[in-house]
């Protein structure tokens, strides 16, 4: 079988996949895409990668013409576009199964030059008249907002009416799509390199700085600090630990940016985390703010970590909450929907209200009052990924979806 993965970025949703299916199965893997991440690193030993063939190629974006309710649609054509003049110019590469992603549309056209199954990754469907990255009261969509979130969806429909089958990582991204398309539907999450993320015995050091055995430490992981990962909640839950408690340090990994959602309409500052702190008095020295981290730093991190703090609005899930289980850390929720599939408190994790500060706080201060003794909940978490959602489970279910696309059953 030869795969052919479409992407905007290597390696993106699929590329863990790709070295696996390569790796682990001597599947011939090509990976489409259009940009590589500022910093990148393989889990895999050196030459693992050169079993898949890397194309990229180029694309251009909307215009200030195009209408804001188009944009992404127009994006996502013109990435398709480049995906199947790209590919139109290697007659020699025939896949016999697409993977791409419905929200993105980039494999939307190659159904239209090659004669083979089209498999696309539900991500997120956005729901018409309530967009759900501004679910917080406090930053309610406008008018434009609105209308955007009905259109928002124009490249996953055109995909799921395209595709032979499709998949999505979790049960409650898969409630998001249309009924009509549930039953082509596949709930197989993305899945996690256990042979990667796992505890390890390290030095007590974050960066060049040494932390005594005395010190508790506190991880927050979110790809930018923003409002739809509850960065501001966090800091207000971190500021009333601090003054519980002085034996405790904060590691707060992420951008100084939000990716999602419509932050800087809402704020007076640059970015919401300089917004955040100038809404209180906080003592930095408690802090460290590494920004964007390699993921050879970032697991190192979480085996340190006493507590693992995972806020989130209902949206697409982080990856960092289910490495950080599958490292044995405790982890401390918010009560939201893709949350609650994984999590299940008192028994693999625990569980506040997404804005419930105060229970929050108390949580997080049981846990480190007594870190040993939370620690069963860190083992069942690891159990829970080995189990369910490591790369060696679903891997195989999507190979077998795969399979099945390929020969119509």
């Known amino acids: 079988m030869h795969v052919l993965f479409v992407h905007k970025e290597f390696p993106g949703h699929f590329g863990h996949i790709a070295r696996y299916l390569a790796g682990r199965h001597g599947i011939e893997c090509t990976f489409v895409y259009n940009s590589l991440p500022l910093r990148f690193e393989s889990h895999l030993p050196p030459g693992s990668d050169e079993r898949i063939r890397l194309i990229p190629y180029k694309s251009r974006g909307a215009n200030r013409d195009t209408h804001f309710c188009n944009q992404h649609l127009e994006i996502s054509l013109w990435h398709s576009q480049a995906v199947y003049e790209t590919m139109k110019a290697r007659p020699q590469i025939q896949p016999d199964v697409v993977v791409g992603h419905s929200g993105f549309g980039t494999a939307l056209f190659l159904t239209d030059l090659y004669r083979c199954p089209l498999v696309v990754h539900c991500e997120y469907f956005e729901q018409p008249g309530r967009p759900r990255l501004f679910s917080r009261p406090e930053f309610p969509p406008d008018e434009a907002d609105l209308l955007r979130a009905r259109a928002q969806n124009a490249a996953n429909l055109l995909s799921l009416q395209a595709c032979t089958a499709a998949f999505s990582p979790t049960q409650w991204q898969r409630s998001l799509f249309p009924a009509e398309y549930q039953y082509k539907i596949a709930t197989i999450f993305d899945g996690i390199d256990t042979e990667f993320w796992h505890h390890r015995s390290v030095p007590r050091r974050v960066g060049n700085l040494s932390i005594s055995p005395e010190t ?72 460290i703010f590494t920004g964007h981290i390699l993921e050879s730093e970032l697991v190192e991190i979480f085996s340190l970590s006493d ?50 500060v105060e229970g929050l706080t108390q949580q997080a201060l049981r846990v480190l009052d007594d870190p040993k003794e939370f620690r069963p909940l860190g083992r069942a978490g690891v159990q829970l990924i080995e189990e369910k959602y490591s790369l060696a489970r679903t891997a195989p279910q999507l190979l077998d979806l795969l399979q099945r696309a390929l020969h119509g059953r």
């Open 216 to 287: 508790r430490i506190v991880t927050y992981c979110s790809y930018g600090l923003e409002a739809a990962r509850g960065f501001d909640i966090f800091m207000k839950v971190a500021k009333r630990i601090c003054d519980a408690r002085a034996d405790v340090l904060f590691v707060v990994i992420g951008a100084d940016r939000a990716y999602y959602g419509a932050d800087r309409r809402y704020i007076h500052e640059n970015t919401f985390y300089r917004h955040v702190l100038a809404q209180d008095q906080y003592d930095l020295s408690r802090f």
């Open 307 to 356: 507590l693992h703090i995972y806020l989130t609005v209902p949206f697409v899930l982080s990856w960092s909450m289910l490495d950080a289980l599958a490292c044995g850390c405790t982890v401390l929720g918010s009560e939201t929907a893709p949350v609650e599939e994984f999590i299940r408190h008192e028994q693999n994790g625990l569980l506040a209200g997404f804005d419930d």
